[in-house]
């Protein structure tokens, strides 16, 4: 266990509509990064999170946003959904921002676009 | 534009032999490189790390060689354990720009009784 959970585990939804996937940093953590893995294909980044603050953007699409709040959990929106983005979604928390820093990757949440 | 490249999509090993995963990259800006491993319905974990400063880390079983020349970089377990079985990812960053990590497609290990 990773100390860092996500919600929900999994996610069914049709295209055009809007999901809010969940992440729970490990306790102390300042940073939660997000990424995205579809079939055949590595981890994307998506973006990163420091204590509330947008650290780095990777290649997220406009129709997603994340924020991270006070408490430091964080949450990515996709909306106008595509059959395209049907993904793993994973999150990642890590004390500092430096790439450095070792990342602890969630269970990740599963999102299928009908 | 894959700057991480795993080129091997799966391995199958001998329990107790030698399990070498390879990695290439295309951005010599890169001076930091991971190995991260994954079960199925699990999150990546942190396996081993190298400095481009370094040519080479161990970790018990896991040693990672770094070759900045040919931009490589191999994952070697020895002796390899079913329990080893997993998807193996690659990553890279940079210490200046973006900061981000950058990973690999991953290669699947299967170690075989």
């Known amino acids: 266990d990773s100390g860092v959970t996500q919600t929900p585990k999994h996610l069914i939804t049709a295209t055009g509509q809007r999901v809010t996937l969940r992440c729970s940093p490990r306790?102390?953590?300042?940073?939660v990064y997000w990424y995205q893995q579809s079939l055949d294909q590595g981890l994307q980044f998506l973006i990163q999170?420091?204590?509330?603050?947008?650290?780095a953007k990777g290649n997220i699409l406009e129709r997603f946003s994340a924020q991270q709040f006070p408490d430091l959990h964080s949450e990515l929106n996709l909306s106008s959904l595509e059959l395209g983005d049907s993904a793993l979604y994973f999150c990642?928390?890590?004390?500092?921002?430096?790439?450095?820093?070792?990342?602890?990757f969630g269970p990740g949440t599963r999102l299928t676009v009908l | 534009d894959q700057q991480v490249k795993q080129n091997s999509p799966s391995l199958s090993v001998q329990e107790g032999r030698i399990s070498i995963l390879n990695c290439d990259y295309t951005n010599s800006m890169f001076d930091y490189f991971l190995w991260y491993k994954k079960y199925p319905a699990e999150g990546p974990t942190f396996l081993i790390s190298?400095?481009?400063?370094?040519d080479k880390n161990e970790d018990g079983r896991f040693t990672v060689f770094l070759n900045k020349s040919a931009k490589h970089l191999s994952l070697h377990i020895v002796p390899s354990q079913p329990g080893d079985s997993a998807v193996y990812f690659c990553a890279a960053s940079a210490s200046g720009g973006y900061q981000k990590v950058t990973f690999g497609i991953g290669t699947k290990l299967q170690v075989i009784p």
């Open positions: 999170y420091y204590n509330g603050e947008e650290r």
């Open positions: 306790s102390g953590d300042l940073s």
């Open positions: 190298i400095s481009s400063i370094k």
């Open positions: 990642a928390s890590s004390v500092g921002y430096s790439p450095y820093n070792e990342q602890f």
